[in-house]
């Protein structure tokens, strides 16, 4: 069974802060509490391989994705090897005319088997879900905002 997972949210940040954040893979270890190893294995242009070990409990599962960056505006992932049948989809980022920006994730997988989907699906649906806040708050972590100065 497919799952599709779509979320958005406006934040104070431009569109190239963001998407330096979510292209920070090395970096997700150390806000993302799930994420417990991240390992970039090739990159070249505009393309990173990467591989990424999620951690909850007593449930570990290694993926690698490949990510085709537009610096600034998009992210699009595509599986190359992990428990999954298929994962792909995206991150956009978006410059608002108000200022501050729009942060879309849009995801969809299936597991390669019904063992794994029942083992491992319900925790991997609430990290996608979580992601883009995961994203927001270290956004505030990261950058410093002159109305809060």
């Not at 599986?79 to 049948?85: A, I, S, T």
């Amino acid at each position: 069974m497919s799952t599709t997972i779509e979320r958005q949210v406006d934040v104070p940040f431009s569109a190239l802060q963001m998407y330096a954040l979510v292209n920070d893979i090395d970096a997700y270890p150390e806000f993302l509490p799930w994420c417990e190893q991240t390992r970039v294995l090739a990159a070249s242009g505009d393309e990173v391989e990467a591989s990424i070990t999620l951690r909850k409990g007593a449930i570990r599962k290694t993926f690698v994705t490949r990510n085709h960056n537009e610096p600034g505006s998009r992210i699009v992932v595509t599986l190359v090897d992990g428990p999954f049948r298929h994962l792909d989809g995206y991150w956009g980022f978006e410059d608002l005319p108000e200022g501050g920006s729009r942060v879309t994730l849009d995801m969809r997988f299936e597991f390669s088997n019904r063992f794994l989907e029942r083992a491992i699906g319900p925790v991997f649906r609430e990290i996608v879900k979580s992601l883009v806040g995961a994203f927001r708050k270290r956004a505030f972590q990261v950058y410093p905002r002159e109305d809060e100065a």
